[in-house]
C-alpha cells in the first residue's frame, strides 16, 4: 500500500531556531501534500496544500513566512519553522492523495517541542 | 464539503461490535464519505470510504443511508487495539484536504 514518511519522528530545538520536517512519499507520486497540526487534545487542522513546482497555498491564520513550504518533487515535501518559538510546539503531520480512489495517505507526525 | 456530526465518545466491550454512527445531512451528491481513526501520538489511519453502496474491507464495514444523509462505521470484533479516535469526513475527491471535526473517542474495554 500507499506510505508516506516523515522524518524527523520527534524534534526539540531551542526558540529561535529552524526545523525541517520532510514527507516523502515512498511507493507513489503525490502531486498534492497537506500540512496539518494538533495540539493536545485538539483534532488537526489544515496548515497548507503542497503544489509540486508551485507555491502552497496557506490555510487563514498560518503564516506563511514562519512555516515554508517546498515540494520541489513529486515524492517529498518540506516544512520549515522558521524561529521558532514555544508556541509552535505541536504535532505536526503530513499526508498526500494516492491515486486509489482519492484515499489520503498520513505521515506517522513529528512532534516539534521548542524549548 | 459537507459538516458531519459525531458523538464524542462511546464505550464497546472487546469482541463486541462498535457501531459509530455520523450525521452528513448536507452532503452533497458527489462527496464521498471517508472514515478515518488516530490512536494517540499517532498519524491518521485510512479505515474506509464509500459513496451510495455499502463497504466492506478486511477492518470494517461502511453501511451509508439511502439518502445519504448519515452513516455508520462497524468495527465487527473490537479490540483493545481498536481504543482511538475515529474521524468521519465528507469530501468531494482528488486534491481536496480532509477537514478533521472532532471525531468519537472509542474506548474498547476488557
Known amino acids: 500500500g500507499a506510505v508516506v514518511s516523515q522524518h524527523p519522528s520527534w524534534v526539540i530545538c531551542k526558540s529561535g531556531t529552524s526545523v525541517k520536517i520532510e514527507c516523502r512519499s515512498l511507493?507513489?507520486?503525490?502531486?498534492?501534500m497537506f500540512w496539518y497540526r494538533q495540539f493536545p487534545k485538539q483534532s488537526l487542522m489544515l496548515m497548507a496544500t503542497s503544489n509540486e513546482g508551485s507555491k502552497a497555498t496557506y490555510e487563514q491564520g498560518v503564516e506563511k513566512d514562519k512555516f515554508l513550504i517546498n515540494h520541489a518533487s513529486l515524492t517529498l515535501s518540506t516544512l520549515t519553522v522558521t524561529s521558532a518559538h514555544p508556541e509552535d510546539s505541536s504535532f505536526y503531520i503530513c499526508s498526500a492523495d494516492t491515486d486509489r480512489e482519492s484515499v489520503l495517505t498520513f505521515g506517522a507526525g513529528s512532534r516539534l517541542t521548542v524549548l | 464539503d459537507a459538516k458531519t456530526t459525531q458523538p464524542p465518545s462511546m464505550d464497546c466491550a472487546e469482541g463486541r461490535a462498535a457501531n459509530l454512527p455520523c450525521n452528513h445531512s448536507t452532503i452533497s451528491g458527489n462527496e464521498y464519505v471517508y472514515w478515518y481513526r488516530q490512536i494517540h501520538s499517532q498519524g491518521p489511519q485510512y479505515i474506509i470510504h464509500?459513496?451510495?453502496n455499502n463497504e466492506t474491507n478486511e477492518m470494517a464495514s461502511l453501511i451509508i443511508t439511502e439518502d445519504r444523509k448519515s452513516s455508520t462505521l462497524i468495527l465487527p470484533h473490537a479490540t483493545l487495539r481498536d481504543t482511538a479516535v475515529y474521524y468521519c469526513?465528507?469530501?468531494?475527491?482528488?486534491?481536496?484536504?480532509?477537514?478533521f471535526g472532532k471525531g468519537t473517542s472509542l474506548l474498547v474495554t476488557p
Open positions: 464509500g459513496l451510495k
Open positions: 511507493d507513489f507520486q503525490a502531486t498534492t
Open positions: 469526513i465528507v469530501r468531494v475527491g482528488f486534491g481536496r484536504a480532509l477537514n
